[in-house]
């Protein structure tokens, strides 16, 4: 007993726990009644398949990964055992809105959005304490660590994403810092299971896990190598591949189906239409037309992405000598790479998949911090400019008396019918500038990625 009262002092008296207080009350006042509307048919008929236990995937009833039910499940079905309500009202007056797409038909109630965003408090949580454990093993500033987690755990960009939005795509950051943590504490087991777990939440960390395991295979292949080493290398390398195909099989049924899935729906593509990459530009539909021209094209090159990571990889083992903290850098860079060549639309919530690891990295090289800032103001602001701020607000108007829908509804429509100066509409300049913006971000950080690469190696050299 004396034990846990000694524990409960030690966390209230430690340094970040007021800020997590502050923090998870400012979550909490987010989560009810603001959603980004048009996933919600996804969400719900997921959902209402998985908890009467059918084959979401079987059905293509959802396109999201399985880890998201099975984390979901528990919360819904107490929910549903209390014979909670989750039903969605129809919006009645569009006004023309959604011929546009601008307008959602329906809103979710908020105890629906409550229960969806309760597991990303948890791993938002457990991500910024990761944070804070890796910086601390990593510099000797003793005000590195708070400071850094606080740059996560109050993150404008990271809060819009996980409670305004509701995507799960915090999710994705956690299990690839988590990840990359243990990879540079030695856990190499442990390292691809988190990998791994993190695949079951989108395809993103397998594609990084896929060039780190090629690293811990033939690193040190820049030079001779003793055979005793080479076998310590393989080790190595089964451990973590061992441990991504751990977490992997028990879901493996669904994992097969959703990946089908994905690959069917990623080979059918037809559209890009901007975003925060090299298509920036594609949020124009004259410029979007001309890009879809080539999307067989832009296919093919991310299937053969594993392929290019694995050549790159081997490219690195040949000229650099792999410590901890270069593995660090190159799981960034390898999450980087993702995002040019995607064959959709870099949506901005793919940018959190990374940050995690920039500012982990800041604590070592603090210029990433400002690419930090540049890439979450460009996905904010791309965000907030598709439809405008309002469209999220679709909840606290059907809920509450603070906003009248049609109200709501008719200054979103007015928003998407402003003339655009290079466009047909603002919202379409908007998204080019800040995808062009994100971009310019996504390149820098890149550069610099393979540069301090490169400097360990001239260090080393001398």
């Known amino acids: 007993m004396q034990t846990i009262i000694s524990l409960f002092h030690r966390v209230l008296d430690h340094e970040i726990f007021g800020y997590i207080m502050i923090g998870l009350l400012l979550r909490l006042v987010l989560m009810p009644y603001l959603t980004w509307p048009f996933d919600l048919g996804a969400y719900r008929s997921g959902l209402a398949y998985f908890l009467n236990g059918y084959d979401p ?41 959604s011929s546009m797409g601008a307008v959602a038909s329906s809103a979710v109630n908020p105890g629906f959005l409550v229960l969806w965003k309760l597991p990303l408090l948890c791993f938002d949580l457990l991500a910024g304490i990761v944070i804070y454990h890796f910086v601390k093993g990593m510099t000797v500033d003793p005000k590195a660590p708070k400071r850094l987690f606080l740059v996560w755990f109050f993150n404008p960009f990271t809060l819009a994403i996980s409670y305004v939005h509701g995507s799960y795509d915090l999710l994705v950051a956690f299990f690839i810092l988590l990840g990359v943590f243990l990879l540079y504490k030695g856990s190499y087991f442990s390292a691809g299971l988190s990998l791994g777990l993190g695949t079951l939440a989108k395809t993103a960390p397998i594609l990084v896990a896929l060039p780190l395991s090629i690293i811990l295979l033939f690193r040190g292949s820049e030079g001779s190598l003793s ?24 879901f493996a049924l669904l994992f097969v189906e959703y990946s089908y899935l994905m690959y069917e729906g990623i080979s059918k593509e037809i559209s890009i239409t901007g975003g925060l990459n090299q298509w920036f530009f594609a949020a124009d539909p004259q410029k979007s037309y001309y890009v879809n021209q080539f999307i067989g094209t832009i296919q093919t090159a991310f299937f053969y992405y594993p392929l290019i990571c694995v050549v790159v990889s081997l490219f690195f083992c040949k000229f650099l000598k792999f410590d901890q903290e270069r593995v660090l850098f190159a799981a960034t860079f390898f999450t980087f790479l993702i995002y040019f060549f995607l064959p959709i639309t870099m949506q ?23 690419l930090l800032g540049l890439c979450s103001a460009a996905g904010l602001l791309f ?42 509409f603002l919202r379409q300049d908007l998204c080019t500038l800040f995808g062009g913006i994100g971009f310019v971000g996504l390149v820098t950080t890149t550069i610099l990625l393979i540069q301090n690469l490169w400097v360990h190696k001239n260090d080393e050299a001398k």
Do not use: C
């Open 383 to 424: 965000y907030l400019s598709i439809q405008s701020p309002l469209v999220f607000f679709y909840p606290l108007a059907m809920y509450t008396s603070l906003w009248r829908p049609e109200e709501l509804v008719r200054y979103i429509t007015v928003y998407s019918n402003i003339p655009g100066v290079f466009s047909r």
């Open 57 to 97: 995937y079987f059905f293509h009833a959802s396109i999201y990964p399985p880890l998201v039910y099975f984390l979901t499940l528990p919360l819904f079905s107490i929910a549903y055992s209390f014979r909670f309500s989750f039903n969605s009202p129809t919006i009645s007056d569009l006004i023309g809105g």
């Open 227 to 250: 055979v005793s080493a080479l076998k310590a290398h393989a080790r190595d390398f089964l451990r973590f591949t061992g441990g991504v195909g751990a977490s992997l099989l028990p």
């Open 348 to 370: 901005p919530q793919y940018l959190v998949w990374v940050l995690p690891l920039l500012i982990v990295i800041s604590s070592l090289k603090r210029h990433f911090i400002w």
